[in-house]
């Protein structure tokens, strides 16, 4: 059977530290204001019974992923293993995917990103640390707009202003047979990542042993991440 | 409002409805009698192409990548509204452009019915499809009663400036056609189809409830006064009241026409900001 890959996030292991988020910056370069993987936090209750809950998001890769639908060029697509992934070569930027997107985690560059790595060149400490602008020039790399992880997938590695971007779940680590980022960041552990196919993977034994819960189920959208231990 | 799609969207979908609208009321014409209405058919197929292409020049400057709209020609997503909508307007503005041509050169006797009624049939799905862009999305506002809405609006609109553009021609067309009555039908039918809007809205889910709560309060502007009460109220009774005689129309042709034009592009970008804000 062939793979489909999804995710189980426990609710009560994680700890709302952020790892996962900061993780997915390193690994996809994301610039600022663009969050590949977040979280939403919300207080509940009335004094004194009152409580707070951090819900870690990404994108859902869903089922049934209305982006998917939407999109004109086939840009957004979604893989054999069940990946939602983007190519943005094919992207003609009309945001579509982001209007059917219910959960926001479709993200657009309007502006080139790390631009100021080709312009700024101020330093914390002048001539002890490296400008933004010497170090892209010194390293010689498509360093400002360069995602790596989305270059070694064979998508276009350059963000460009005028595509959308969104989590990939990792798809070039999963292929080397690594878990995504956010999941081997956690010091909880309280990410588990596998093959749904796979009867006998954690992910699979997991879900079967609790009950498990997604984003606006209500939507239909069919997601593949999973929340558990729910507080509520 | 976080906006994805700003006023230029809201622009080609009210210019293209403006065109389609005008080449619809100009085959109309055209296959009632081509020679008594030569003129008003003449710059119906004229302005058509004109007005439809300028809304997507327009749509192209809001696309990221508007160079890889190309692609769109190999990349085809049958479940997407854009992509099937990106060929039928080519298909459109191709066969519009021809008999935009061909009246020009040769005039509207030359033109083979065929191709007109090849026009129209196209005119009608572009019409339709401006709404099911939006409504393929499926936000809450953008709802299935949307397609309707646009395409009343796109002909009323249409009509009414080609009416404006034809101002020669209003006596034999109020005698031919009985125009203000005609009319007025088309704009009961377009206030039915915002009620039955409105009314699911309002009564549907907790998120559509939430769309209506936006719309009456942070949009009460824009769609009682400007898309409700300008745009189909005020033509409604002045007509009705050019119907029993108490009325001109020669006198209130320009600002009534004029009004229902404005009343159209207000309703369509209340739309299209309304899908956003919720």
Redesign the interface.
Known sequence: MAKKYGMVIDLHRCVGCGACDLACKSENNTPDGIHWAFHKTETYGIFPHVSYKHTPTLCNHCEDA?C????????MHKTDEGFVVHDP????????C???DPYGVIF??KEHAFLDYATDDSSIVKGGTFSKKELSDKSKAPFPNFNAARGADGYEAVR?????EKCTFCNHRVAQGLAPACVVACPADARIFGDLNDEKSKIATTLRAHKPTVLLP?KGTNPKVFYIRNYN | MNLLWDVRVSLDLFLGGLGVGAFLVGVVLYYVDAKAYEGFVKKSFMVAPLLVIAGLLLLLTELGRPLNVIKTIYAINPTSFMSIGIFLQSAFVAVALLIAFKVLTSGVSALSSKIVYAGAVLAGLVGLYHGFLLSGIAKEPWNNAIPVIFFVSSILSGASLMVLFNLESLENLVARFKLPLIINMVLTLELAAVFAWVYNLALTTASSKHAYDVLISSFSMEFWVLSILMGLIAPLAIFTLVILNKLSLRTVAIPTFSIIVMGSFFLKNLVVYLGQAV
């Open positions: 209305p998917v639908r939407v999109c004109p060029t086939h840009a070569n094919l992207c003609i930027g009309c945001k579509s982001m209007l059917a657009y560059n460009r202003k005028g595509a959308v209500e």
